[in-house]
């Protein structure tokens, strides 16, 4: 093992992503002009930023620093630019609209572009069928959150678009979202494709329809079901309760979206909590939001609500709901515009706080992080495996009733194995990539239980994780849905892939700096999904004197393997929240 070099420094993490797509969304929603500031200028969210203004808000952005900042004008009562499957004259041609809304941001790595004209040589040549060909044609990249947003959305507005991405987008499964909103009213059908032809002149370009997804342990999903999807609005929608089979922040805000343009009260519920930043953001957008709460909540930080949670919520007074968390909307609210400044983003932030507990003599800071718990999970868990975390929250930020603050880590030599319960899941479920890693730095072995959700993300990730890690030399092992990381550290470099996923793309470049393993990393590029500057943020920690890992720091081999075979829950302290805030997406 070469020498390690120590990360020391502070840092802000980028803009926090959920918030970023959130936040243009909205304001894209809202009546009148939302000043907004610190959005994420990534590949995720400029589909989101470019949706949003092809279906006719006005976006004026411009890039300081890695972030954008400026104002977003709304729809607002008019409602987004949409098409009919009719191919009516008068209505909305996305043949010549398309090609006069300019994407206001060009990221360093371009994603495959969905649409028409000479500049889309390079898309797969598939004709859209005529009865499709009026609609405007949303490009999504390679991000779920765009697209199960924008359904809901949608699903509420008399008229009709085409919804696509790239091939990883196009191989999710959206029947999570598409039924709920079915039930609903809205209509989704397959988007084209069929056999490849000669494209028809003017015509925007969409890539073949999948018939099966290709990154799911679920049945095989019908092509109505998977993109290029159209998706047919109706208004006034029907109001439901709708109990969710999964705890997912997607699934929960499309329907709460959708409720807005329904007759009546739609609810949600979950057996977990699941990411709530829709819930505490609405309400800076005077959209009023009911939430109800289990009478006892599960001694876990992924349940535990925020105290500022109530604020501009109404309460349900004395009727908690006993089965799980359920959020409520009443039909027939409108948005508002508001002023809107992102904090950092804490599923990226996890990447340089791992990174400091695996380099011994660390201490590394990062600035104005969002503190909301459903996303801080991965601190409960690190913080039960021995490690040295300290948390202030900055409490002259707010961001609708979301908390801030700066968070420090410290190298702590022994760390100890855990055991994270399905229930933690929702709140760390893109950080396990990560945490997997350090897990291979703790004494015993990791028990990450639950984890099915990670085969229907960018990846099949549960197992890149595992042949990652073997690849490295580390032992880990699947068994169903649940993943074991027995300690042992890295002994190999031979780099694993990437697969075009962010989160493992950026787990492996902490391995091979925290290691040096001297990697040939491929993939690189991918971090630019979430979190652009990466790489430079890292090299600017690393600016210490280097220290060679000291031999009293970690287990040896023969520790590490007997250990292995010790309870999860002996190795470490008893669980406990990281911070005093204590009370999850696909």
């Known amino acids: 093992m070469k020498p390690i070099p120590p990360l020391r420094g502070s840092l802000r993490a980028p803009a926090d992503k959920s918030l970023s797509h959130r936040v243009a969304l909205f304001s894209a929603m809202a009546e009148g002009r939302s000043q907004v500031s610190g959005l994420l200028s990534s590949l995720d969210v400029c589909s989101t930023l470019n949706a949003v203004a092809l279906l006719g808000a006005q976006v004026e952005l411009v890039e300081e620093d890695g972030a954008l900042s400026g104002s977003i004008t709304g729809w607002g009562e008019r409602g987004p630019r949409l098409g009919t499957a009719c191919g009516d004259a008068g209505l909305f041609d996305a043949a010549t609209e398309h090609k006069r809304v300019r994407p206001f941001c060009v990221p360093a790595v371009a994603p495959p572009v969905i649409g028409c004209g000479e500049e889309h040589k390079r898309d ?51 029947h999570r979202v598409t039924a709920p909103l079915t039930e609903m009213g809205a209509t989704f059908s397959a988007g084209g494709g069929g056999a490849a032809a000669a494209p028809t002149k003017g015509a925007p370009v969409v890539p073949p329809a999948f018939a099966t997804t290709t990154a799911t342990s679920e049945a095989a999903v019908p092509a109505a079901q998977t993109l290029p999807l159209v998706v047919a609005g109706h208004y006034p929608l029907r109001a439901i309760s709708y109990r969710s089979p999964v705890a997912s922040a997607q699934v929960k805000t499309a329907i709460i979206l959708a409720g807005l343009r329904a007759q009546g009260t739609t609810s949600v519920s979950e057996s977990a909590l699941s990411r709530d930043h829709t819930e505490l953001l609405l309400p800076a957008y005077g959209v009023q939001i009911e939430r109800l709460l289990p009478a006892k909540q599960p001694d876990t930080p992924a349940a535990n609500v925020p105290a500022q949670a109530s604020v501009g919520t109404h309460s349900s007074g004395s009727g908690l709901s006993a089965t799980g968390f359920t959020v409520r909307v009443a039909g027939g609210q409108q948005l508002c515009a508001c002023a809107m400044r992102v904090p950092g983003d804490p599923s990226s932030a996890a990447f340089m706080l791992v990174a400091a507990a695996l380099a011994p003599n660390s201490e590394v800071t990062v600035r104005g992080l969002l503190l909301n718990p459903t996303r801080t999970g991965f601190l409960a868990v690190m913080r039960r495996m021995g490690a040295d975390i300290t948390v202030r929250e900055d409490r002259d930020w707010r961001m609708g009733a979301e908390s801030i603050g700066d968070v420090t880590l410290r190298y702590s030599p022994q760390l100890s194995a855990t055991e994270v319960a399905p229930e933690e899941v929702p709140s760390l479920i893109d950080e396990l990539p990560i945490l997997a890693l350090l897990a291979t730095a703790a004494r015993g072995t ?53 697969l075009g996923d962010h989160r493992l793309a950026m787990t492996w470049a902490v391995a091979d700096a925290v290691f040096g393993l001297g990697l040939a990393l491929d993939g690189r590029e991918a971090v630019a999904v979430s979190y652009p500057g990466f790489f430079s943020d890292l090299r600017s920690l690393q600016t210490s004197p280097i220290v060679t890992l000291p031999a009293s720091s970690m287990p040896a081999a023969a520790e590490r393997s007997s250990a292995g075979r010790r309870a999860p829950r002996e190795a470490g302290p008893p669980c406990g929240s990281p911070f005093k805030l204590a009370a999850d997406d696909l």
């Open 124 to 174: 797969v040549p598939f004709c859209v069928p005529a009865a499709v060909a009026t609609l405007p044609v949303i490009d999504c990249g390679n991000s779920g959150t765009t697209v199960r947003l924008l359904m809901g959305v949608l699903a509420g507005w008399p008229g009709s678009a085409l919804l696509s991405g790239d091939a990883s987008l196009r191989a999710r499964p959206m």
């Open 446 to 498: 990791t028990l990450f239980r639950g984890v099915g959700e990670l085969r229907v993300k960018e990846s099949d990730r549960l197992a890149a994780i595992v042949a990652g890690l073997q690849a490295l030399g580390c032992k880990a092992h699947a068994q169903g849905d649940d993943l074991f990381v027995q300690a042992g550290l890295p002994t190999r470099a031979v780099a694993p892939p990437a």
